[in-house]
């Protein structure tokens, strides 16, 4: 594994403190005091839902936490179906323990929507270098109690260097995680989620590396990325181009050509990858608080957005 100390790094810098989720830090030996330590120790329930007259409605349950009062409005966690069986946080994240014994490290632990999902993060190893780019790997470990959300592990790459350290390319690998009450199957288990991060965090560093120096001619890549949209024209009934497409892809570039981290590759591929991401995660989701932003980032609009740039960037090298 390559120290930070052995590989040049671009002069820019970065704010740890303004991460959505730094707030989230722990300082955790096992998952269980993760959770306690994150106020993530609570227990779930399923109750009846009924009408505003009392009547109990069929087929369907309410998920509630119950270390809540029940006039808090943050006691209901989702709507689920009469045989749907919750599975508490120390349970559903467990297996975490087993990743630490691979060289993992909790470093941050937390709710979404005051608990209707919740996560834990492992940091993999030690930072390394693409062409003097920081980056570490990362495990994003989450359950959830709304009934849309199954227990999952989804491996990430964090970049380091950048205004504040939000590029992660998440969405990369995804798994379903079993619930196991054996000892074996679960070291079996982590040893298999193991290597198949190892596998995509190997593919992911070689895809960025297969960006860095392909030639670009930005905006078109960008129209790719984000294509125009048309519009009726209300006074003249007749279709033009929206102009929000526009913006972002102007703001892209705008980001392209100015932003320290992108010094050196303001030309090629890597780089107006990359200004997508800095968008995603820094102009496209500041509007919104710090709850809704970590979720757009690993699971919403800004997730999907880095995916659909990094896929198109390599179909252009592709060709």
Not at 42 to 47: I, N, R
Request: proline share 4%; glycine share 8%; hydrophobic share 40%.
């Amino acid at each position: 594994m390559v120290s930070l100390n052995d590989i040049p790094i671009s002069a820019t810098s970065f704010d740890s403190a303004s991460r959505p989720w730094a707030r989230f830090e722990v300082d955790a030996d096992n998952a269980t005091e993760a959770l306690r330590k994150a106020g993530l120790d609570w227990e779930v329930k399923t109750e009846d839902v009924k009408s505003e007259y009392g009547v109990v409605i069929p087929n369907v349950k309410a998920t509630v936490r119950t270390d809540l009062p029940e006039e808090s409005p943050d006691r209901v966690l989702g709507i689920v179906g009469d045989r749907y069986q919750p599975i508490q946080n120390s349970d559903a994240l467990g297996f975490v323990d087993d990743l630490l014994a691979k060289g993992g490290r909790i470093t941050h632990a937390g709710p979404i929507d005051n608990g209707k999902r919740v996560w834990m993060r492992l940091q993999m190893g030690d930072e390394f270098g693409i062409n003097g780019d920081a980056y570490t790997r990362q495990l994003l470990a989450f359950t959830g109690h709304d009934g849309y959300c199954m227990r999952s592990l989804q491996a990430m790459m964090l970049r380091l260097i950048c205004l504040n350290g939000m590029m992660a390319i998440s969405n990369i690998a995804k798994w379903t995680v079993r619930h196991t009450r054996y000892a074996s199957e679960r070291v079996a288990e982590s040893n298999e989620l193991i290597m198949g991060a190892e596998q995509e965090w190997e593919q992911l560093t070689s895809k960025l590396r297969s960006l860095i120096g392909q030639p670009v001619y930005a905006r078109q890549y960008l129209e790719s990325v984000v294509p125009p949209t048309y519009i009726v024209d209300k006074a003249t009934g007749l279709r033009k181009i929206a102009s929000r497409g526009e913006n972002i892809r102007n703001r892209i570039l705008d980001r392209l050509e100015s932003s320290p981290a992108l010094e050196g590759h303001r030309g090629d591929l890597y780089g107006a990858y990359q200004a997508v991401a800095e968008y995603a995660d820094h102009d496209r989701v500041m509007a919104v608080n710090p709850d809704k932003r970590l979720k757009n980032l690993w699971f919403g609009g800004a997730n999907q957005l880095k995916t659909k740039a990094l896929n198109k960037a390599l179909d252009l090298v592709a060709v």
